[in-house]
């Protein structure tokens, strides 16, 4: 029973150690003293209570003291409490020093919480960035299709971080200018002899107005010769034209056909008429019997007469009919 109650009483000590140490971090009170940074071991026990890691908070005190930048313990832990990162602040703001950049601690932390990472910031601040753009396609006066790439080295613009348009818009700007650039000119030629006029006609646009960016130099890094636009658009017009002579000439075949079916049926409906007409002529003739108008041996000449004319009709048909000996177009 006595070897478990020491036992007991070692585990509970060494837990109370840790917590003691955990809440009054006496280890970082006295790296800060050393260091010539001044803060109570009271303010560090209530960061830990406020949920403040009293780490951050003393090592961006000591790396600012060093760095001779006066920061305030409760601006820190404000801004630890907004959700911004303090250490990031805190190297931003040395670079930015030691770079003879100014960049107030309202400034960076205003860009810390809008998201965009200050001390990257300040680092292309004093090297400038270069983003490449995408292959931009553009056509000449003369018809000629141009794909050209680009370079374009900007320097973050610590005042318009907040508020400011990111990449996107640069080398959204930046196309349109290669585009109205080379659409201007006369000819294809002259772009492929002097690239560097695209850069200088974009570069005095002023695009990075309203930026983050500060932009230093676009360079024309490769120009290819693309489609003959010109050509293809003339042979799409030569198509459409023909489709549309073929269309009205089809229309003007039907409206033909159309009519040639309608003078059939009028032919036919001709025909029958005359059928119609001479179906009535033996009822004329039986009437004209009746009345005594019309004798017998009148009967007999119209049927000569009828005779004779369906003989010289069929004589005149096989005289005209081709290939026959009587045609008088015929070879024989």
Do not use: C
């Not at 971090?25 to 403040?52: C, D, E, T």
């Not at 090592?59 to 305030?72: F, M, V």
């Not at 930026?211 to 017009?237: H, P, R, W, Y």
């Amino acid at each position: 029973m006595q070897e478990i109650s020491l036992i007991i009483i070692i585990v509970a000590s060494i837990i109370g150690l840790w917590i003691i140490f955990y809440f009054i971090p006496i280890g970082l009170w006295f790296q800060a003293l050393v260091s010539g940074v001044r803060i109570s071991l009271l303010q560090l026990i209530f960061m830990r209570w406020r949920k403040v890691p009293p780490g951050i908070i003393v090592r961006s005190l000591i790396e600012s003291s060093k760095a001779g930048i006066e920061l305030q313990r409760n601006d820190l832990e404000a801004h630890f409490l907004a959700g911004g990162r303090v250490e990031s602040v805190v190297h931003a703001l040395v670079s930015a020093s030691k770079a003879n950049i100014d960049l107030p601690f309202q400034m960076a932390t205003a860009i810390d919480l809008a998201g965009r990472d200050v001390f990257e910031a300040v680092q292309m601040s004093v090297v400038p960035k270069v983003i490449n753009t995408p292959p931009v396609t553009a056509v000449a006066k003369d018809g000629i299709q141009l794909i050209s790439k680009a370079r374009v080295t900007v320097r973050a613009n610590i005042k318009q971080l907040v508020g400011g348009a990111g990449e996107e818009t640069v080398l959204a700007r930046v196309g349109e200018g290669i585009v109205s650039s080379i659409g201007s000119a006369a000819s294809h030629k002259e772009v492929l002899e002097n690239p560097d006029a695209i850069s200088r006609v974009v570069l005095e646009k002023g695009l990075d107005a309203g930026t983050a960016f500060e932009i230093l130099s676009i360079d024309i890094a490769d120009i290819d010769i693309g489609k003959n636009i010109g050509a293809v658009l003339q042979m799409d017009q030569a198509n459409a034209d023909k489709n549309i002579a073929q269309a009205k000439a089809e229309e003007r075949r039907a409206m033909a056909v159309a009519l040639e079916q309608e003078m059939l049926a009028k032919a036919q409906e001709a025909r029958a008429k005359v059928i119609e007409a001479e179906v009535k002529i033996p009822m004329a003739i039986a009437g004209a019997f009746d009345k005594g108008n019309l004798g017998l041996m009148d009967y007999y000449k119209l049927k000569n007469i009828e005779a004779d004319t369906g003989m010289r009709d069929s004589f005149s048909k096989t005289k005209n009919k081709p290939g026959s000996k009587n045609n008088p177009d015929s070879d024989n």
